[in-house]
């Protein structure tokens, strides 16, 4: 039971992204291509981000006297630092992926998909690095851990493996349930940067740092004065926020299907307004302004 619960924390890791994906993609009525592109921004975002925390971050935080901290201003100030920084890597590679890649990507439907797979994408890697976790602990339970590492290492060594199969089985689910919730989480801060083109204002990517860096925040200030199940809780009514944002952007009269009016018709546009038929739509307009 133990494994199999286990096993499906990391499956459904897996599983979930890909099956928003393909409904995204029948109700849409959209390809796949960008939620690879989400996909790639998410790992983009990282080759930037991950070193930044460890070479200008985390020596920052030391000179600042707050590293380590578990509790109080100090806690606060490193979950402020940390969510910062992952609001302008992410969000600041997704416009810029949007303006000089995804070019024509110019719509809501498109912010979703395009969401859609970055999140997918962290979700994926999570879950193959949980199977691989899981591997490890297979082959380590019940071992002599004196056989796998060093003797310094081994009561710490035998502590982690007897911890990671103590757990309930529902605790060992929470993993999926963050990245379910994440995943919502993506999707609207897409659907926020998505917005910057079609209203050409960097506002909305400034909005979109903002909430990224507040549910980062959240996140890892809960975990450590919450505990796990009511930091997953505020998680998951940042995520019902995110959903909010999602359906409170969604164009007019539409309801994100196939069968939806093309965009020059929910956008009030008269067909006879333009020689030749209906104008093209604003959303698929290449913005080269912006307001602040």
């Known amino acids: 039971m133990d494994v199999v619960v286990r096993g499906l924390n990391a499956l459904l890791m897996v599983a979930m992204p890909l099956a928003l994906g393909v409904f995204l993609s029948k109700r849409l009525r959209l390809g796949w291509g960008l939620f690879v592109i989400g996909a790639t921004t998410f790992i983009a975002s990282q080759i930037g981000h991950i070193p930044f925390n460890q070479f200008v971050l985390s020596p920052l935080m030391l000179r600042l006297g707050i590293a380590g901290s578990k509790s109080g201003w100090p806690l606060l100030g490193i979950a402020l630092l ?3 920084s992952a609001g302008i890597f992410e969000e600041g590679t997704r416009f810029f992926v949007l303006r000089y890649w995804a070019k024509q990507a110019r719509s809501w439907k498109d912010g979703l998909m395009f969401g859609a797979g970055h999140g997918g994408a962290e979700a994926i ?38 911890a990671f199969w103590s757990a309930p089985w ?20 897409a659907t926020l940067v998505m917005e910057a083109f079609l209203h050409r204002n960097l506002a909305w990517l400034a909005a979109a740092i903002a909430w990224h860096t507040l549910i980062d925040l959240a996140a890892v200030f809960g975990s450590y004065t919450l505990g796990a199940y009511a930091t997953e809780a505020l998680v998951g009514l940042m995520a019902l926020a995110s959903l909010g944002i999602v359906l ?17 018709a929910v956008r009030g546009v008269p067909q006879d307004s333009m020689p030749g038929g209906p104008p093209p739509s604003p959303e698929r307009v290449e913005d080269t302004r912006f307001t602040s």
């Open 248 to 264: 409170g952007l969604r164009p007019k009269g539409t309801d994100g299907s196939a069968g939806t009016p093309p965009d020059w």
């Open 125 to 162: 890697i999570l879950g193959i690095l949980m199977t691989w976790t899981l591997a490890q602990m297979i082959a380590y339970r019940g071992a002599d851990m004196s056989q796998f590492v060093a003797p310094a290492q081994v009561e710490l060594a035998t502590a982690q493996v007897a």
């Open 170 to 189: 529902y605790a060992a689910l929470l993993g999926a349930v963050e990245r379910g919730l994440a995943i919502v989480c993506q999707v609207g801060l």
């Open 82 to 84: 940390l969510g910062l």
